[in-house]
């Protein structure tokens, strides 16, 4: 009977792990579906999945060789997707003084990507500059944050693009307010360089061609009288 109950045990511990091992292949299936889907622009599919995923992450959480990390990376995920998408009210309320700081501290990820929701969003609702520089104030205390929570966890990487964006933003302040910046002009009426010219024909006559010098014309004196070289055979 020892034996029938060891070998029960043994079937029902192999088919949990089993189990286990098929849904995480199912869930690194979807994560990589979904980052398919973003890549290739389709953020609706790319969203639809990762709240999936996230749901079936918050569950594995709980447990403490796992942790908040893998529940983390997608919260980030999905925020990138409103970024790209200009949904910056979506990631940054304008009723909210400082949206960084309701974000664990933790995921530093997230809060860069809120952070660049918060410049993004106040540059496009600013209407004079007295307001860009209310709006670039927030964006500096919400760099801060970022920068803290970066170097305090050991994210070197997160902390140098923090350090830089913030820097940035406080130049641009003080270029605002001193006046030698204004208000950016919106979003769908930037324009991005000069329209191309189409190429003139004539240019194809003046193209000219250089021939490298055989050694025997750079030897003798009268370049191009070279005879051509014999053939063999």
Known sequence: ????AGCVV???VLAVLGGVCLG???LDRQMA?????FLTSDYDAADASFE???RYYRYISRLPWVGDGPVNDVRARRAAIKYWQRQYGALAPAERTDPVADIEADNVPLQM???DSVYRGGQAQAKDRAA???ALDSSVAAYRTVLSNAWRSGNTAYGDVAAYNYEYVVRLRADVVRGRRGVPPPADHRTFG???KPEDPAFENEFKRYVPLEKEERDDGNPGKVPPPARKG
């Open 194 to 196: 000069a329209e191309g």
């Open 52 to 54: 999936a995923v996230e």
């Open 10 to 12: 043994g079937a029902i």
């Open 132 to 134: 860009l520089a209310r």
């Open 33 to 37: 579906g979904a980052q398919h889907a």
């Open 24 to 26: 995480a292949s199912r």
């Open 113 to 115: 990507i809120v952070a």
């Open 1 to 4: 009977m020892k034996g029938i």
